[in-house]
């Protein structure tokens, strides 16, 4: 081999990735899932929020504007979003509103 040249995983990737492993890589994955889960959700914030269409396990279709709807018809299976899903739903228990607060402030 060449000196200088990568080998091995090294010299599968581009120039300028980012390598993950264990724990590091753990919370990379949460933190995506929770901002993704939030990202649906931001954009239904506020007097000029969008509705959104939600078609559930019983292909039953929603269209609401409501996080606490979106978020507990749609089929979350990553444990962090989870978190997310049992916010929102304990804010709609005790308060009865600010679901898309509560999903879009927490990251």
Do not use: R, W
Request: hydrophobic letters at 45%; a neutral charge; glycine letters at 8%.
């Amino acid at each position: 081999m060449t000196m200088g040249m990568p080998y091995g995983l090294q010299a599968m990737l581009k120039e300028g990735h980012k390598h993950f492993s264990g724990v590091e890589e753990a919370v990379m994955k949460n933190i995506d899932a929770c901002k993704a889960l939030a990202q649906m959700t931001k954009t239904s914030l506020g007097p000029n929020g969008m509705n959104k269409m939600v078609i559930n396990h019983l292909e039953k279709l929603f269209v609401t504007s409501d996080a606490s709807t979106i978020v507990t018809e749609m089929d979350v299976y990553h444990p962090a979003a989870k978190l997310l899903v049992m916010a929102a739903k304990a804010q709609a228990g005790e308060v009865g509103d600010g679901t898309n607060l509560v999903s879009s402030i927490v990251i």
